[in-house]
Nanobody
Framework: QVQLVESGGGLVQAGGSLRLSCAASGLPFSSYTMGWFRQAPGKEREFVACIRQSGGILYGDSVKGRFTISGDNAKNTVYLQMNSLKPEDTAAYFC?????????????????WGQGTQVTVSS
């Protein structure tokens, strides 16, 4: 049974930082692309970042230069370091996994999802 469990969300002031973690189990972690998405109330799920099986990384335009994704194959965990947070970063953040190798910005490409962790950035 595949499980993705996010942690690390919380309340932070604008300009602050948070690090999200996603612990994966039940899948060959190194064979999957791991992604982060976010969804604010009333909005569509938005691509944040992903790290490919090959190590290649993609970022959404709104987080480039502020967020960093990384993975630890030994711990089956992917991280999202979020710096210079803005109120518009407020959302539920979801971890996802896929064996797909292209169109990775699309949520429909991902097979497995975590339950999400809330990030709230106050102004």
């Amino acid at each position: 049974q595949v499980q993705l469990v996010e942690s690390g969300g919380g309340l932070v002031q604008a300009g602050g930082s948070l690090r999200l973690s996603c612990a994966a189990s039940g899948l060959p972690f190194s064979s999957y692309t791991m992604g982060w998405f976010r969804q604010a109330p009333g909005k569509e799920r938005e691509f944040v970042a992903c790290i490919r099986q090959s190590g290649g990384i993609l970022y959404g335009d709104s987080v480039k230069g502020r967020f960093t994704i990384s993975g630890d194959n030994a711990k089956n965990t992917v991280y999202l370091q979020m710096n210079s947070l803005k109120p518009e970063d407020t959302a539920a953040y979801f971890c996802a996994a896929t064996r797909a190798t292209f169109l990775l910005q699309r949520p429909t490409r991902y097979e497995y999802w975590g339950q999400g962790t809330q990030v709230t950035v106050s102004s």
